[in-house]
């Protein structure tokens, strides 16, 4: 597959990944071509994506560290690594750790956004996403594969969705085979396994749950991408499956989550196909572009996304023309816990401090909850890594019964009960 985009700068490939044009397969496939310096990271990657465990995490992060001061990498490729690197961080629930690790090779990576928005006022994202979808009969929201904040706002939205009459869900992590859902058994089941048999990100916590809620409400769950060999192919084919699922249901309202630039009305991307196939309108909301709040704007509370608006304009978008509204997150990190307030999921959630002596004072040490019901099967609900002793030891569970497990590289295996009601320990930020 590699050898169809030989003529795309290396410099330029890095930009790719997050525009949404090609996959982590096929990243992969590019570096192994593209130098042989890279050739012992894309082999820890590639045995990473197919068994994301403790073990390969930690030995990505050592390929990484070398690939980093490898001056025998194009720069292109060691960004393109450290998107992936982030990726596989957000599984292990580094969700703070990935945005420092991507500013590392792109400096301006967490610095507000010079948005351009004088005259319009702030206002809380989420009625506005509800107001503006219950217009229309397909709505696309974009998500950023290493941005998780934008899943967690993504989830707030289901129930409300479901209400409004949406009948089906397209998710674009949502692996395929022969055309059919590659997992047979998702829907009976209830829950994502953690053997990746749905695709890579599902095995992320957040947008596990997102598939979890998503079923409890009674989506029909729609998988639409496909591997392809060029960004039209892909951006066709997708357009394709979607517009079939509309063609087939005459009562089908459909909501897509997508990443990235797939949502854009222009550009040949799938939004503008899928409009040009089905010859209706679709509503596209773009968050993925704006995950690190607006220059100049103060908008409280801190952590809630907001979105621009103004009477004579209507609602503001960083790419008017190609989507519809964008949506404005200011990702804020709990003092307490060290990790990101999104993680409450809209007040769903709420941190549990966990007792970290069953680690052995062995690090790094990951601790996973795992809904008990679902038999340790599942993706974990959520997981901390403690890369030290010193690292602090929270989770952010719903009320219900977990299974909590303990692992570290040396002989720590230990697993145990917990169930989170209405009084836990809960951070005070």
């Given at each position: 597959?590699?050898?169809?985009?030989?003529?795309?700068?290396?410099?330029?490939?890095?930009?790719?990944?997050?525009?949404?044009?090609?996959?982590?397969?096929?990243?992969?496939?590019?570096?192994?071509?593209?130098?042989?310096?890279?050739?012992?990271?894309?082999?820890?990657?590639?045995?990473?994506?197919?068994?994301?465990?403790?073990?390969?995490?930690?030995?990505?992060?050592?390929?990484?560290?070398?690939?980093?001061?490898?001056?025998?990498?194009?720069?292109?490729?060691?960004?393109?690594?450290?998107?992936?690197?982030?990726?596989?961080?957000?599984?292990?629930?580094?969700?703070?750790?990935?945005?420092?690790?991507?500013?590392?090779?792109?400096?301006?990576?967490?610095s507000p956004k010079?948005?351009?928005?004088?005259?319009?006022?702030?206002?809380?994202?989420?009625?506005?996403?509800?107001?503006?979808?219950?217009?229309?009969?397909?709505?696309?929201?974009?998500?950023?594969?290493?941005?998780?904040?934008?899943?967690?706002?993504?989830?707030?939205?289901?129930?409300?969705?479901?209400?409004?009459?949406?009948?089906?869900?397209?998710?674009?992590?949502?692996?395929?085979?022969?055309?059919?859902?590659?997992?047979?058994?998702?829907?009976?089941?209830?829950?994502?396994?953690?053997?990746?048999?749905?695709?890579?990100?599902?095995?992320?916590?957040?947008?596990?749950?997102?598939?979890?809620?998503?079923?409890?409400?009674?989506?029909?769950?729609?998988?639409?991408?496909?591997?392809?060999?060029?960004?039209?192919?892909?951006?066709?084919?997708?357009?394709?499956?979607?517009?079939?699922?509309?063609?087939?249901?005459?009562?089908?309202?459909?909501?897509?989550?997508?990443?990235?630039?797939?949502?854009?009305?222009?550009?040949?991307?799938?939004?503008?196909?899928?409009?040009?196939?089905?010859?209706?309108?679709?509503?596209?909301?773009?968050?993925?572009?704006?995950?690190?709040?607006?220059?100049?704007?103060?908008?409280?509370?801190?952590?809630?996304?907001?979105?621009?608006?103004?009477?004579?304009?209507?609602?503001?978008?960083?790419?008017?023309?190609?989507?519809?509204?964008?949506?404005?997150?200011?990702?804020?990190?709990?003092?307490?816990?060290?990790?990101p307030t999104w993680?409450?999921?809209?007040?769903?959630?709420?941190?549990?401090?966990?007792?970290?002596?069953?680690?052995?004072?062995?690090?790094?040490?990951?601790?996973?909850a795992y809904y008990?019901?679902?038999?340790?099967?599942?993706?974990?609900?959520?997981?901390?890594?403690?890369?030290?002793?010193?690292?602090?030891?929270?989770?952010?569970?719903?009320?219900?019964?977990?299974?909590?497990?303990?692992?570290?590289?040396?002989?720590?295996?230990?697993?145990?009960?917990?169930?989170?009601?209405?009084?836990?320990?809960?951070?005070?930020?």
């Open positions: 597959m590699w050898c169809v985009f030989k003529g795309v700068f290396v410099s330029k490939l890095s930009n790719l990944i997050l525009g949404g044009l090609v996959g982590v397969g096929f990243t992969f496939s590019f570096a192994v071509h593209a130098s042989e310096s890279m050739q012992p990271y894309s082999e820890a990657w590639q045995k990473f994506n197919a068994d994301p465990s403790l073990l390969h995490y930690v030995a990505l992060q050592a390929q990484y560290e070398l690939v980093k001061q490898n001056a025998d990498v194009p720069e292109g490729l060691r960004s393109l690594a450290a998107q992936q690197q982030a990726m596989a961080d957000t599984l292990m629930g580094r969700y703070e750790y990935s945005q420092v690790r991507l500013a590392e090779v792109y400096p301006s990576y967490r010079d948005c351009d928005v004088e005259g319009y006022t702030p206002i809380e994202a989420r009625q506005v996403v509800l107001n503006e979808s219950q217009k229309h009969h397909t709505v696309l929201i974009n998500e950023s594969h290493t941005r998780v904040g934008s899943r967690a706002f993504f989830y707030s939205l289901l129930g409300d969705l479901k209400q409004q009459g949406f009948t089906h869900l397209a998710l674009e992590n949502l692996a395929l085979e022969n055309n059919k859902i590659k997992d047979d058994e998702l829907l009976a089941r209830g829950y994502p396994k953690a053997t990746l048999s749905n695709g890579l990100y599902i095995a992320e916590p957040v947008m596990a749950e997102i598939v979890r809620e998503a079923i409890r409400l009674g989506f029909v769950l729609v998988g639409y991408d496909v591997t392809a060999k060029s960004k039209e192919e892909r951006e066709w084919t997708q357009a394709e499956n979607l517009a079939h699922v509309l063609a087939s249901n005459e009562a089908a309202r459909l909501v897509v989550l997508a990443g990235h630039d797939h949502v854009h009305k222009t550009g040949g991307w799938m939004a503008q196909r899928l409009q040009e196939l089905t010859n209706k309108p679709v509503y596209s909301i773009n968050q993925a572009s704006t995950m690190t709040g607006c220059i100049g704007v103060d908008f409280a509370p801190k952590n809630v996304p907001y979105v621009l608006s103004k009477s004579d304009v209507g609602h503001w978008s960083i790419n008017l023309g190609a989507t519809d509204l964008s949506v404005v997150h200011q990702i804020q990190v709990d003092e307490t816990t060290g990790r993680l409450v999921m809209n007040g769903l959630r709420r941190a549990v401090q966990v007792d970290k002596a069953a680690c052995k004072n062995q690090f790094p040490c990951l601790i996973s008990k019901h679902e038999e340790n099967q599942g993706v974990a609900a959520d997981r901390v890594y403690l890369a030290y002793e010193t690292s602090a030891a929270w989770l952010y569970l719903k009320p219900s019964n977990y299974s909590i497990h303990f692992q570290t590289l040396g002989e720590v295996n230990e697993r145990s009960e917990l169930a989170v009601g209405d009084t836990v320990n809960v951070s005070t930020n």
